[in-house]
C-alpha cells in the first residue's frame, strides 16, 4: 500500500510540476549571415512567391509569401516568410534558407501563431560582394494546419 500512495504522489507531483512550468515559447535557431535584418529601414521586395496550404480548410489558398528583400542601407538580401492570419489556429514551424554568392543564412522559428493578423519570420541579411549576385530562397512552413495530420509546404525560387 506505501508503494502505491508514493507513487501516486509523485504522479502528482509530476503533474503539478509541468502545470507550473506552461507551455513551451517559440524558438529560433539561426545559422550564417552577416546581420539582423530588422535593422535595414530601406527594405524592399525583389520578388516573392506565393505559399499554398494543400490539405484542411488551407488546401489550395494562399497562405503566405516568401519573399526575397534587399536593403541599399545594409547592401544586403535575406529571406521572410509572410503568414496571413485567420486561416488556422495551430502553431507552425517556418524554416527558411538564403544563399547568395556561395554563401548561406539559415533560420528556424518554431512555436508560431499566426492569429487574427498574420506574422513574419525572416533570416540574417547576407551581403554579397556584388549587389546584383543570383540569389535563392527557400521556405517550409509545417504544422497541422487545423487538420488531424501534421504537414509541410512551402516553395523557393532564384533570381
Known amino acids: 500500500m506505501n508503494a502505491m500512495i508514493r507513487k501516486t504522489i509523485a504522479v502528482a507531483s509530476t503533474l503539478v510540476a509541468m502545470a507550473?512550468?506552461?507551455p513551451a515559447?517559440?524558438?529560433?535557431?539561426e545559422q550564417g549571415g552577416d546581420g539582423n535584418a530588422a535593422d535595414c529601414k530601406d527594405a524592399y521586395v525583389v520578388a516573392s512567391r506565393p505559399i499554398t496550404g494543400e490539405r484542411g480548410p488551407t488546401k489550395g489558398n494562399v497562405i503566405g509569401y516568401l519573399e526575397l528583400r534587399w536593403s541599399w542601407q545594409c547592401h544586403a538580401n535575406w529571406a521572410r516568410?509572410?503568414?496571413f492570419g485567420g486561416l488556422y489556429s495551430s502553431s507552425v514551424t517556418v524554416r527558411q534558407e538564403i544563399t547568395v554568392a556561395g554563401r548561406t543564412a539559415i533560420s528556424e522559428d518554431g512555436g508560431i501563431y499566426t492569429g487574427e493578423?498574420?506574422?513574419?519570420?525572416?533570416?540574417?541579411?547576407?551581403?554579397?560582394?556584388?549587389?546584383?549576385?543570383?540569389?535563392?530562397v527557400q521556405a517550409s512552413v509545417s504544422s497541422d494546419f487545423g487538420t488531424l495530420n501534421f504537414?509541410?509546404?512551402?516553395?523557393h525560387f532564384c533570381v
Do not use: I, K
Open 81 to 83: 516568410v509572410v503568414l
Open 20 to 22: 507550473m512550468v506552461g
Open 151 to 155: 504537414h509541410t509546404v512551402g516553395t
Open 117 to 136: 493578423n498574420g506574422t513574419s519570420a525572416w533570416t540574417r541579411y547576407v551581403r554579397p560582394e556584388n549587389p546584383e549576385s543570383a540569389a535563392c
Open 25 to 29: 515559447f517559440a524558438h529560433a535557431y
